[in-house]
């Protein structure tokens, strides 16, 4: 007897956001699932990760992939557990990462639809969507490491900070012997990196005063920014660069739902007057060494010395609000929807 499922949910992208988020872009379809052919698996989706990068995916602004169709089903990563299998790498059971998108299922070729096996570390499965993840730790690990290059005793600046990356940065910053200042958007998020992960302080950009609050929490000047956000913040961190500081470009959230581009940053010239090195990155550049950052952080994780913690929407319906969240919610941690009951571990 086939264990198929026969029917498929899924969001579908209506038309394209021009502006902030509303869920008239979205549309949940229920659709006939089919089979997998020769090479391909079904795939029952467990958890998605809720990522700023699909914002942008969204929009067909020029970005590093190409936009999501409008009539597609919306891209996301996740986890999910594959039920059926004609594919020799993969077998019933396999617990796998990858864009595995808003639906309840997927079907297709792993190669084409980006799925692979979970590296086997000793770590709960959701670790794979934050510290483990290239929208987690992996990117907090090359970008603080590769781009930010600290040395102890420095000041790293971190924005987003009690978002998936930021909350990540931070640890990995005191880690190195940094002083971090961390730069969220409400009270619980900077408790939680100041009380729960070590930061050394953190400044609510909605309350409070920011170049007067960097003046304050960064007596020595600023080394490093791990920039997550852009705008008004980039431009308050810029003023206050010791010289031959370095800016590890990660994100610029802030920017995701305008119509058009932020003007500025003003204090662009704060890279000549103090000869700073701004850098973007891809997490995915770094694919090659995946597996050096998979066996420093994940040692860090058991040996407790790095935390991480999930804000968690139910269900495949809540995707477009939980989306909506990361720009407008009080977000602590790394945003995820569960679609489905992962099995039991042993
Ligand atoms: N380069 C790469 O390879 C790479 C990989 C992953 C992520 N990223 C980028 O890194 C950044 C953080 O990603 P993440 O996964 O950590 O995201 P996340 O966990 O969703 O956190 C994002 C946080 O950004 C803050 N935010 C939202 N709108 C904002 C605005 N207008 N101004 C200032 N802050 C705002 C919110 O926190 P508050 O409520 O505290 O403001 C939100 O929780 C994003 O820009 C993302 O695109 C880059």
């Given amino acids: 007897m086939s264990t198929t499922p026969q029917t498929n949910r899924q969001y579908i992208l ?5 502006g902030p988020l509303d869920h008239d872009l979205f549309e949940l379809r229920t659709q006939p699932l ?18 700023p990068t699909i914002r942008l995916w969204l929009s067909e602004r020029p970005q590093y992939m190409p936009p999501i169709q409008v009539g597609g089903v919306v891209r ?14 993969f077998k019933p059971g396999d ?5 595995i998108g808003w639906q309840d299922y997927c079907v297709g070729d792993p190669n084409v639809l980006g799925l692979r096996p979970l590296p086997k570390l000793p770590v709960p499965p959701l670790a794979f969507l934050g510290p483990l993840a290239a929208t987690g730790g992996l990117t907090a690990y090359f970008g603080l490491f590769d781009i930010g290059q600290p040395r ?11 978002g998936s990356v930021g909350s990540l940065v931070g640890q990995m910053g005191k880690m190195a012997g940094l002083r971090v200042v961390g730069i969220a958007g409400n009270d619980e998020g900077c408790h939680y990196v100041t009380h729960e992960l070590g930061f050394d302080a953190c400044i609510n950009y909605k309350t409070e005063d920011v170049k007067a609050a960097l003046a304050r929490h960064c007596p020595d000047g600023i080394d490093i920014d791990f920039e997550n956000v852009g ?20 994100g610029l959230i802030s920017q995701y739902d305008q119509e058009t581009p932020l003007p500025g ?22 694919t090659a060494r995946f597996p050096e950052a998979y066996a420093r952080i994940t040692h860090w994780l058991t040996a407790g010395k790095l935390k991480s913690k ?17 720009f407008h919610g009080k977000k602590v941690g790394k945003l995820v929807v569960k679609v489905s009951d992962p099995p039991a571990m042993p």
């Fill in 14 to 18: 209506k038309s394209r956001p021009t």
């Fill in 152 to 162: 102890a005793g420095e000041t790293l600046v971190v924005s987003g900070a009690a």
């Fill in 95 to 99: 617990l796998i990462g990858g864009l």
């Fill in 76 to 89: 996301s990563g996740g986890l999910g557990l594959v039920v059926q299998s004609r594919n020799p790498s």
């Fill in 265 to 286: 940053p003003s204090s662009f010239p704060m890279v000549l007057m103090r000869r700073l090195k701004v850098q973007g990155f891809l997490c995915t550049d770094f």
């Fill in 231 to 250: 705008g008004p913040i980039l431009e308050a961190v810029l003023e206050r660069m010791n010289p031959f500081g370095r800016v590890a470009l990660c």
């Fill in 34 to 51: 089919r089979e997998p052919e020769p090479g391909e698996v079904l795939v029952r989706t467990l958890y998605l990760s809720i990522d």
């Fill in 310 to 326: 999930e804000h968690i929407f139910q269900g495949l319906e809540s995707a477009p609000d939980a989306l909506e969240f990361i």
